[in-house]
């Protein structure tokens, strides 16, 4: 099985790129700029370990192909992107990554897509796929350290009980990264305001805070 990262060249693609493919999982990192996903690809490839699955580097088109899908551009790039990706898309499971932030003054703030979430108005405009909304809290500096075990939950929300188990397990093959179900994919709202909560803390405190869910 394939995974795509769309718009994978950025922090949070490669960190969840290096993370899966050190657990055995094929990807396929995608750009607008072909060559770029396929320097940092190469780039990745150095820190694997010898029993790591592959990571190739395409065309954003061509990395859709893949049988998971992972999307992680900009909120600004979403809607374009996806009207050009409708039909590579249907059929798949879609995870969105996507975290609607803004910085003013210093400070993030969430915006609040009319759909209610980026993964929300994802599921519109492409209503083929399976959508699964998670991973937004995860520090991509951690994430870029594969022989560093995560020591955080990742929160994973979506409205298919199959599909959102399915990027469960993904997410329980990075060590030390405990997947938590949050409820349908209404509860990406939270997880999307909840990057601009982390990006002030650790603006404030110098860190890269991430998020535990005690008591389950």
């Known amino acids: ?3 795509g990262i ?3 060249t950025g922090p949070e693609g490669r960190g969840l790129a290096l993370r899966l493919a050190s657990a055995g999982e094929a990807i396929v990192i995608g750009s607008r700029d072909p060559q770029r996903a396929r320097d940092a690809a190469a780039m990745l490839i150095r820190d694997l370990p010898a029993s790591a699955g592959r990571i190739d580097g395409a065309a954003n088109a061509d990395a859709a192909e893949s049988e998971i899908v992972i999307l992680a551009v900009p909120y600004k790039a979403q809607a374009e992107l996806l009207g050009s990706l409708n039909d590579r898309l249907s059929g798949k499971i879609a995870i969105n990554v996507v975290a609607p932030v803004e910085m003013v003054g210093g400070r993030a703030r969430a915006i609040r897509p009319p759909a209610g979430s980026a993964s929300e108005e994802a599921a519109s ?3 083929g796929a399976t959508w699964v909304s998670g991973f937004h809290t995860l520090p991509a500096r951690d ?3 594969p022989g560093v075990p995560m020591d955080t939950d990742a929160l994973i929300c ?8 399915t990027v469960m397990r993904l997410a329980g093959k990075i060590p030390g990264l405990r997947p938590v179900d949050v409820g349908g994919l209404e509860s990406a709202r939270y997880l999307e305001g909840a990057t601009a909560l982390l990006i002030n803390i650790n603006r404030i405190y110098r860190a ?3 998020i535990h869910v005690h008591g389950i």
């Open 158 to 165: 979506g409205d298919e009980a199959g599909a959102k188990q």
């Open 125 to 127: 405009l492409v209503p």
């Open 1 to 3: 099985m394939a995974i």
């Open 143 to 145: 994430l870029l350290k």
């Open 6 to 8: 769309i718009g994978g």
């Open 208 to 210: 890269q805070a991430s």
